[in-house]
């Protein structure tokens, strides 16, 4: 009886060299099989002017999940005779690209060029190399090797050729660089253009302060669209601070009858939160239900969050509740929903309920929730006992919303002398709208003299800007001290500059958001928000003083 075996050595050796690609195209899935397969190539010598059999052996081992990195270097410097297929090359450096560094990716390119024919590098050799400079932590500091690809496309007459793939990853990586004069520059001048790289300048544009009209320009130009496309733009939309654009583009993709993703749900359940609009968000998620089988976590935590700006936790929480998995930011979600939307005791109760659980460890947002009911419930010594678990014992940075957390708890219970206190103590950097939302927080009941002080100190820290000159003026004036309010006044006259935008407290809402998302916050309003309310609870102080002096009750 013949004994059948079924090692990749042994499978080798049981076929012609005629069959012997297609062996290799097929049988080697696993590291050990194309080590058994080099080893029976070179004991038969089939490597040596056999550039196809070497090509396919390359191929199956940068294919190979389990082959690591070293051993594909190995074989694509040393090992393997040149010159090697460029379908072979190309496939290595797709496989190399996110498993080694950026600049051992390019060094290796710098090799290939001086040991390999003249026909590499091709127009499928570069994107490798450009995704992988783009997608590090800081593509700037890839530039001038991105330059050289650049130049390199260039001379060898590869990027403007089609497909323009070559032309589009340079395209992303100046777009993930910021250079976005560059990358509209390069899409300005690309002949053979494809939906792909209209989306990347379009997710380049709404990646900028004010691009979301450029982005709308191009959108609109576009003869085919795909959901890439409709996601890009109601995602700028979103982050843009126009959430009723975002439903506007959410609609007219609907109307077309274009299937929406996972993420056009939540840029759609995102908008509807920042618009408060419960009956559009329940709309939200009919549809996921309808058309989506499968569970997304990031979905669900998008809803959860819905129903609670929405006023609606108790649905928040269902949604919750029926989740089989949890991350952190979907216990954030929920712990934020209770505590600013809902009973904060039941934030600081699941709050506790995570802790329990083991599964994962507070960060700055769920601390913030936290103080956030503290302060609801004017619970001082609490507040204080997790202000001081952020440092000892979870190791967290208190952050700015963290100290204005506490000082609204200790001003909830009347301790404005110790709320003043505790935003002294902030970051330099941070303290000029730290007092600045003192202002607001305190209500200053009478008390201009803090607020003359705290006035002080904000032209102290920022000197140019003519709005504190206008607050401190407006606290002498509500508090009927008319000689200093004319000598602040005639001093603003005598700088004679525009007002330069001040500091106001950001509202609760705004500073989570800013923690949740990691989005830059819109451009504050002068600090005339914060001037109004004090001048007129001071003019309020003022006149019962004045009845009370005349025996008025």
């Not at 004319?486 to 800013?514: C, D, Q, W």
Request: hydrophobic share 45%; net charge positive; with cysteine.
């Amino acid at each position: 009886m013949a004994v059948t075996s079924t090692s990749p050595h042994s499978a080798a050796a049981a076929i012609n060299v005629d069959g012997l690609p297609n062996f290799l195209r097929r049988a080697l899935r696993t590291h050990s099989a194309v080590l058994c397969a080099h080893a029976f190539l070179l004991r038969r010598g089939l490597l040596l002017g056999q550039p196809v059999h070497a090509g396919l052996l390359l191929t199956a081992s940068a294919c190979s999940a389990a082959s690591p990195p070293a051993h594909v270097l190995r074989l694509l410097l040393h090992h393997l005779p040149p010159p090697l297929p460029l379908f072979s090359i190309d496939a290595a450096l797709r496989a190399l690209a996110p498993r080694i560094p950026v600049s051992a990716l390019l060094s290796l390119f710098a090799s290939l060029l001086r040991s390999h024919h003249p026909l590499f590098p091709d127009r499928f050799s570069f994107p490798p190399l450009l995704s992988a400079a783009a997608s590090a932590a800081s593509p700037r500091l890839h530039l001038p090797s991105s330059l050289t690809l650049h130049a390199q496309l260039l001379r060898r007459g590869l990027l403007f050729s089609a497909p323009p793939h070559a032309a589009n990853a340079l395209l992303h990586f100046y777009a993930a660089a910021g250079r976005l004069s560059s990358a509209r520059h390069l899409f300005d001048e690309m002949p053979f253009r494809d939906i792909a790289s209209c989306n990347t300048l379009m997710t380049a544009f709404v990646g900028t302060a004010g691009g979301i009209d450029a982005a709308r320009q191009l959108f609109d130009r576009m003869l085919l669209r795909n959901v890439v496309s409709w996601n890009v733009m109601i995602n700028g939309y979103v982050k843009a601070k126009r959430p009723e654009q975002a439903l506007e583009v959410v609609r007219w993709m609907a109307a077309v009858g274009v299937r929406g993703t996972g993420t056009t749900v939540v840029g759609a359940a995102t908008a509807c939160a920042r618009l408060g609009r419960l009956g559009a968000g329940r709309e939200v998620h009919c549809a996921f239900l309808r058309r989506f089988e499968d569970d997304n976590l990031l979905v669900w935590t998008a809803l959860l969050d819905m129903y609670s700006k929405c006023r609606r936790v108790k649905a928040a929480r269902t949604v919750f509740d029926r989740l089989g998995v949890r991350n952190l930011v979907c216990w954030n979600a929920m712990i934020i929903g209770h505590c600013v939307y809902g009973e904060p005791g039941d934030g600081i109760k699941l709050f506790h309920q995570m802790i329990r659980s083991g599964n994962v460890r507070p960060d700055e947002v769920t601390f913030i929730g936290v103080l956030c009911a503290c302060a609801r419930l004017g619970l001082l010594d609490d507040g204080r006992a997790y202000f001081e678990q952020m440092s000892t014992t979870y190791n967290l940075k208190p952050t700015f919303a963290h100290y204005w957390c506490m000082a609204n708890l200790y001003g909830s219970v009347g301790l404005l002398e110790e709320a003043e206190g505790l935003l002294q103590s902030v970051p330099e950097d941070l303290k000029a709208r730290a007092l600045g939302g003192l202002l607001a927080l305190c209500r200053f009941r009478g008390e201009w003299e803090m607020g003359e002080r705290i006035a002080l100190r904000l032209i102290e820290l920022e000197p140019n800007n003519n709005a504190h000159y206008a607050l401190l003026c407006s606290v002498y004036a509500a508090a009927g001290r008319w000689e200093e309010a004319h000598r602040m006044k005639a001093t603003m006259k005598e700088r004679n500059e525009k007002f330069s935008p001040g500091y106001r407290l950001v509202n609760l809402n705004e500073i989570i958001h800013e923690f949740r998302a990691r989005e830059k916050q819109p451009e504050n309003q002068e600090i005339y928000a914060i001037l109004d309310d004090l001048a007129t609870r001071l003019k309020l102080a003022c006149k019962e003083n004045v009845q009370n002096d005349f025996g008025i009750k």
